[in-house]
């Protein structure tokens, strides 16, 4: 692997990634098997819209999606396990431990963080101070372009939150932890270095979300699409969905050894974001991580950005004494 240099500085690393979609393999197997994993990714999408759209209000609640939201989980577990992408990507126990500890750590610890500092507040403060009846533009609009537009600009505020986590050092060093992962599986988008995790976690989308059943429905949405970053399975997305929606090979790009790679594909759903700004990249890539996938123990994915970030500000400031010259 040749190192790609800024000075004397390596900043990345060269590595095998297959570009264009011509190149990447279709599904193998029988004629049921390739309409499944043709089908499946729209055919959840739309029945997700058709569910939110028309479900009762005893039904049309938060608790209701979470419920949806762990059985999703479990079904694309069991996808992992017949379809997967990459045999290199398997769930190992190790692995396991570690995803484990993080989705315990988003639905404890995190939350509890995110009620108090998060958007949440924020919104709710915003919403407050310009009162609902200036909206009423807004929540009169149909229910899928109100839910569209909530995740539309949750989505937009991300991209550019990731794509400044790429190039603003202060921000690297948090989000480089989730980097380093060398393998996709539908609980990684939950390991990274919580302060990353908080941070890509605020959003404006909020701001929009009147109606309990638009951001239900906006929630929804963005599950049945962003979930694909982060998910061992080989599908044959159709043209339409991949050219509108951000896919496992393109995450797994972002998520490449190769330096260049890593610079794109920074949306989390819409994918047609990146392709709007210049920085989309279809292709895929199987090694993933960072330092040639060296992997991180959990206690240095919470300690790396404060020791690299110490080092750096020595770096920057700190100089020895001798270094000075005596007046
Ligand atoms: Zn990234
Ligand atoms: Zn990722």
Request: include cysteine; charged fraction near 15%; aromatic fraction near 16%.
């Given at each position: 692997?040749?190192?790609?240099?800024?000075?004397?500085?390596?900043?990345?690393?060269?590595?095998?990634?297959?570009?264009?979609?011509?190149?990447?393999?279709?599904?193998?197997?029988?004629?049921?098997?390739?309409?499944?994993?043709?089908?499946?990714?729209?055919?959840?999408?739309?029945?997700?819209?058709?569910?939110?759209?028309?479900?009762?209000?005893?039904?049309?609640?938060?608790?209701?999606?979470?419920?949806?939201?762990?059985?999703?989980?479990?079904?694309?577990?069991?996808?992992?396990?017949?379809?997967?992408?990459?045999?290199?990507?398997?769930?190992?126990?190790?692995e396991?431990?570690?995803?484990?500890?993080?989705?315990?750590?988003?639905?404890?610890?995190?939350?509890?963080?995110?009620?108090?500092?998060?958007?949440?507040?924020?919104?709710?403060?915003?919403?407050?101070?310009?009162?609902?009846?200036?909206?009423?533009?807004f929540?009169?609009?149909?229910?899928?372009?109100?839910?569209?537009?909530?995740?539309?600009?949750?989505?937009?505020?991300q991209?550019?939150?990731?794509?400044?986590?790429h190039?603003?050092?202060?921000l690297?060093?948090?989000?480089?932890?989730?980097?380093?992962?060398?393998?996709?599986?539908?609980?990684?988008?939950?390991?990274?270095?919580?302060?990353?995790?908080?941070?890509?976690?605020?959003?404006?989308?909020?701001?929009?979300?009147?109606?309990?059943?638009?951001?239900?429905?906006?929630?929804?949405?963005?599950?049945?699409?962003?979930?694909?970053?982060?998910?061992?399975?080989?599908?044959?997305?159709?043209?339409?969905?991949?050219?509108?929606?951000?896919?496992?090979?393109?995450?797994?790009?972002?998520?490449?050894?190769?330096?260049?790679?890593?610079r794109?594909?920074?949306?989390?759903?819409?994918?047609?974001?990146?392709?709007?700004?210049?920085?989309?990249?279809?292709?895929?890539?199987?090694?993933?991580?960072?330092?040639?996938?060296?992997?991180?123990?959990?206690?240095?994915?919470?300690?790396?950005?404060?020791?690299?970030?110490?080092?750096?500000?020595?770096?920057?400031?700190?100089?020895?004494?001798?270094?000075?010259?005596?007046?």
């Amino acid at each position: 692997m040749n190192g790609i240099r800024v000075g004397n500085r390596v900043v990345g690393t060269q590595a095998p990634v297959t570009i264009g979609w011509e190149n990447i393999p279709r599904v193998q197997g029988g004629p049921f098997k390739q309409w499944f994993f043709t089908w499946f990714q729209p055919v959840v999408l739309f029945g997700l819209i058709v569910f939110w759209y028309y479900a009762p209000n005893s039904i049309a609640k938060a608790s209701t999606a979470i419920g949806i939201g762990v059985g999703f989980k479990i079904l694309l577990l069991a996808l992992e396990w017949v379809n997967p992408r990459y045999d290199s990507w398997r769930l190992t126990w190790k692995e396991l431990a570690t995803d484990l500890f993080y989705v315990g750590l988003g639905y404890t610890v995190l939350r509890l963080v995110d009620g108090y500092l998060g958007d949440g507040p924020m919104i709710d403060a915003m919403q407050g101070y310009w009162h609902l009846e200036k909206f009423q533009w807004f929540t009169g609009l149909p229910l899928l372009v109100q839910a569209f537009a909530i995740s539309f600009i949750f989505d937009f505020g991300q991209y550019w939150m990731h794509r400044g986590m790429h190039n603003w050092q202060p921000l690297w060093l948090p989000h480089s932890v989730h980097h380093y992962i060398t393998q996709l599986n539908i609980n990684k988008g939950a390991v990274g270095n919580p302060i990353e995790l908080f941070l890509i976690s605020l959003g404006i989308g909020g701001f929009f979300d009147f109606l309990p059943r638009a951001a239900l429905m906006a929630g929804a949405i963005g599950m049945a699409i962003g979930t694909y970053q982060h998910i061992n399975v080989r599908f044959n997305s159709p043209r339409w969905w991949r050219f509108l929606f951000n896919t496992t090979e393109h995450h797994s790009l972002h998520h490449s050894q190769d330096f260049e790679s890593t610079r794109s594909n920074y949306a989390g759903s819409y994918i047609f974001i990146d392709r709007m700004f210049g920085t989309c990249i279809d292709g895929e890539a199987e090694l993933l991580g960072m330092e040639g996938g060296r992997r991180m123990t959990i206690s240095e994915q919470m300690t790396h950005p404060f020791t690299e970030g110490w080092k750096a500000l020595k770096e920057k400031f700190g100089r020895s004494p001798t270094a000075v010259p005596a007046e």
